[in-house]
């Protein structure tokens, strides 16, 4: 485990395309104004795109940035944190297609496991920071390879984590699954987001009472689906998890 005075902070989703690193690059932007250190790492992503030398829309100040594969989720959280890191330490395990990691691993002929990919994240934990965000791929479940899933990563370096909870039909069950399974897997919940996928959804408002009922760990905030949302303008819908707010 790492040691205590690193802050790990997994945000997992309850399915994937629920707004994980809407909410991930909420989180941060809410711990820098809260006058945090961050940093960020998304140790696996899918879904990459080729970029140049320099292309980066996302980059802060005038960082150089690499050329190479480069996935979206990960420059957006390279640039929300306030401790900058090289590309390649944000996202040391970039794939090309954009399907389930695993395979699009074997269509690369690579093979993950999660005590790289832990090796990677605690490369972070010397750095002068109070929380360090690592942003899973998909939900809780999301396999690496035959025997092991990103919740093995979660669970080596003893993060609390944030359920990201795509609020659209279906989302109750999906919540409470994951919170059931995080908790089997026995990580303490930080708290829970909801994020409005769909804003013409029945019942919204209910079912955001149910969700507020039926899970025990705290509602961080609800996040309106809105054009453009900076982290800034996030961070304004969220709370930080109670272990965060004690180090402000």
């Given amino acids: 485990m790492p ?3 690193n802050k790990w902070l997994f945000i997992t989703g309850t399915d994937t395309d629920v707004g994980k690193t809407v909410i991930a690059t909420g989180l941060l932007a809410a711990g820098n104004k809260a006058g945090l250190r961050t940093a ?4 696996v992503a899918a879904g990459c795109e080729q970029h140049t030398a320099g292309s980066n829309e996302h980059a802060a100040g005038s960082n150089e940035q690499s050329a190479g594969l480069q996935n979206d989720d990960a420059l957006q959280l390279q640039a929300a944190s306030s401790h900058q890191l090289p590309y390649q330490q944000v996202n040391p395990v970039a794939l090309k297609a954009a399907v389930a990691p695993h395979i699009a691993a074997a269509e690369e002929g690579k093979t993950l496991n999660a005590s790289r990919l832990v090796g990677y994240c605690r490369g972070l934990s010397l750095l002068p920071v ?9 939900g809780w479940r999301v396999p690496l390879n035959p025997r092991e899933t990103l919740a093995d990563v979660a669970i080596e370096l003893n993060c609390s984590v944030v ?5 659209r039909l279906g989302c109750i069950n999906h919540a409470l699954l994951t919170a059931e399974a995080v908790r089997r897997d026995g990580l303490q919940i930080a708290g829970w987001v909801g994020n409005i996928i769909n804003p013409d959804m029945p019942r919204l408002d ?4 149910t969700l507020k009922r039926l899970i025990n760990e705290p509602c961080l905030g609800v996040v309106p689906r809105l054009p453009d949302l900076t982290p800034e303008q ?5 709370s930080l998890p109670a272990e965060f707010e004690s180090n402000v």
């Fill in 3 to 5: 040691p205590k005075t």
């Fill in 234 to 238: 996030v961070s304004g819908y969220l």
């Fill in 130 to 138: 109070d929380m360090l965000v690592v942003e899973g791929a998909g």
């Fill in 163 to 167: 359920i990201v909870v795509g609020l």
């Fill in 206 to 209: 209910e079912n955001i009472a």
């Fill in 40 to 43: 960020a790492i998304k140790p």
